[in-house]
């Protein structure tokens, strides 16, 4: 069982920079794969960035991409995101979430989820 733990959420103004972080414990973190979600208020999840098991893939929504950037550090069983140029429309609980295998193909369900952070970015 892999718990998860997010933090670094918070409030930015537009055009700011936050960097979030997922800690992982209970389980082989760096056997999954990884990934960020968010979801919006009044929105369903959406994917945000998933990454490899050892960091050397990764993927990412279009409306992120260029701006975001996830991580991993296994020896510390973190991940981050890096997100830079934030835009109020970015606001949103944030969770990362990991995968039983290597490798993670957008669809797929992830099998572990953080309780998630919020990010608020205004205008």
């Known amino acids: 069982q892999v718990q998860l733990v997010e933090s670094g959420g918070g409030l930015v103004q537009a055009g700011g920079s936050l960097r979030l972080s997922c800690a992982g414990s209970?389980?082989?973190?760096?056997?999954?794969?990884m990934g960020w979600f968010r979801q919006a208020p009044g929105k369903e999840r959406e994917f945000v960035a998933a990454?490899?098991?050892?960091?050397?893939?990764?993927d990412y929504a279009d409306s992120v991409k260029d701006r975001f950037t996830i991580s991993r550090v296994n020896a510390k069983n973190t991940m981050y995101l890096q997100m830079n140029s934030l835009k109020p429309e970015d606001t949103a609980v944030y969770y990362c979430?990991?995968?039983?295998?290597?490798?993670?193909?957008?669809?797929?369900?992830?099998?572990?989820w953080g309780k998630g952070t919020l990010v608020t970015v205004s205008a």
């Open positions: 209970g389980g082989a973190f760096g056997r999954y794969a």
């Open positions: 990454i490899n098991w050892v960091g050397g893939m990764t």
């Open positions: 979430a990991a995968y039983h295998a290597p490798y993670y193909s957008l669809g797929q369900d992830m099998d572990y």
